[in-house]
């Protein structure tokens, strides 16, 4: 469920329009650990994360958003224990355009094709004891694109791509949002979660080739991409992996906590 303070940042960029500038981007961390809370609101990627253990097990959280590298928001929490519990969300908000930086071969273009991927996953869940979600959403002008989530168990992960035929300087505004929660008992003694998402924009060439027959030409000579001021282009993590935190890494914490404690008491588009 998106938290309200993101429908209201999220409607107030749908607002803003081209003239106005692209507003800057915004991030929202969460994390709670054995009802330990803390949380942030920064204009740039960064890293929010507890560690608590007490008599009653121990809870792990860890928020990440990133404004240069993939995935843009990437969130996971484990408890371990008799009665622990654990949870991490993320929040990006931030707009992107098309603008022409130099004068085209060809004049009279008003749209060109803009491929939207979007990824989203939520991983290492115990049905039962964690949860997670991983959720995008797309306004144009303020008109919904699409919105996407998954949720597991029905709809784990998802991988979308799509070509919209898109009108030079049309703001976007995109939503990002990753949580995951995790608890444990006498009947498990470990639980996690992970959660990842991740939009990417690029032109379609391919489809803009096939359009404009022999007077193609590169889009990115002429047009560019633009992202919020502070939010870099991403790129690849150097890891080379898309999912910044190996599973292991909650089964580690869990091994752990669980030697500190003794033996187990028992386990849309439009």
């Not at 709670?32 to 009653?56: K, R, T």
């Not at 930086?101 to 979007?118: E, K, N, S």
């Not at 306004?139 to 919904?144: H, I, M, P």
């Not at 000579?221 to 890494?249: H, K």
Request: aromatic share 8%; hydrophobic share 45%.
């Amino acid at each position: 469920m998106r938290r309200p303070w993101v429908l209201a940042l999220l409607m107030a960029f749908a607002g803003a329009g081209p003239a106005a500038g692209l507003e800057r981007a915004v991030s929202q961390l969460d994390v709670s650990c054995q009802g330990q809370d803390d949380q942030a609101s920064i204009p740039s990627g960064a890293s929010l994360s507890c560690d608590v253990a007490n008599a009653g097990g121990q809870g792990v959280a860890e928020a990440r958003t990133s404004f240069g590298l993939r995935p843009q928001a990437d969130v996971q929490a484990s408890a371990s224990g008799v009665s622990a519990g654990a949870l991490a969300a993320a929040t990006v908000i931030y707009q992107a355009q098309i603008r022409e930086t130099a004068a085209p071969p060809v004049g009279g273009l008003f749209t060109l094709p803009l491929r939207i991927r979007t990824r989203g996953e939520v991983s290492d869940y115990v049905e039962g004891y964690s949860e997670g979600i991983a959720q995008v959403t797309v306004f144009a002008e303020g008109e919904l694109v699409f919105e996407l989530t998954a949720q597991p168990p029905s709809l784990p992960n998802f991988d979308f791509e799509n070509t919209e035929e898109t009108e030079i300087e049309t703001v976007f505004d995109v939503s990002i949002n990753a949580s995951c929660s995790a608890s444990s008992d006498a009947g498990l003694l470990a639980s996690g979660c992970q959660a990842v998402v991740d939009p990417e924009f690029a032109f379609d060439q391919a489809a803009f080739d096939a359009a404009m027959g022999p007077d193609t030409f590169p889009l990115e000579d002429f047009y560019a991409i633009e992202l919020s001021a502070n939010l870099t282009t991403p790129v690849p993590a150097l890891r080379g992996a898309w999912r910044l935190v190996a599973p292991a890494t909650l089964l580690v914490v869990a091994i752990l906590a669980m030697a500190r404690l003794g033996p187990p008491i028992s386990a849309r588009r439009r």
